[in-house]
């Protein structure tokens, strides 16, 4: 079981930092995903970390924004997120990868999915 925590509202240029953690399974065992899902738009991919993080894939719009991050001591994988911008709303979810197509310009992941948490980046 995945659960997301961290969301919340934020203002633009402001940073939050979301986690997502485990129970039953290590997160360093899997590749993981963070992905986003805006109203009435598609879940996408905002940033992915192949197992043994060999690979990372991060969307074009957060690159230098956004860093995935895993911390094994404590089972957890978070997603820093620095200088937020409304485009940035959305319901994130965290993924454990049973299925993978990862590479530096593409993630599709499919697996043990959270809850979700919502982040709003809003004055």
């Known amino acids: 079981q995945l659960v997301e925590s961290g969301g919340g509202l934020v203002q633009p240029g402001g940073s939050l930092t979301l986690s997502c953690s485990a129970s039953?399974?290590?997160?360093?065992?899997?590749?993981i995903g963070w992905f986003r899902q805006a109203p009435g738009k598609e879940r996408e991919a905002v940033s992915c970390?192949?197992?043994?993080?060999?690979?990372?894939y991060y969307k074009d719009s957060v690159k230098g924004r956004f860093t995935i991050s895993r911390d094994n001591a404590k089972n957890v994988v978070d997603l820093q997120m620095n200088n937020v911008l409304p485009e940035d709303t959305g319901v994130y979810y965290c993924?454990?990868?049973?299925?993978?197509?990862?590479?530096?310009?593409?993630?599709?992941?499919?697996?043990?999915w959270g809850q979700g948490t919502q982040v709003t980046v809003s004055q």
């Open positions: 993924v454990a990868a049973s299925s993978t197509i990862l590479a530096t310009n593409i993630c599709k992941l499919d697996g043990v």
């Open positions: 970390v192949y197992q043994g993080d060999t690979i990372f």
């Open positions: 039953g399974i290590t997160l360093d065992d899997f590749t």
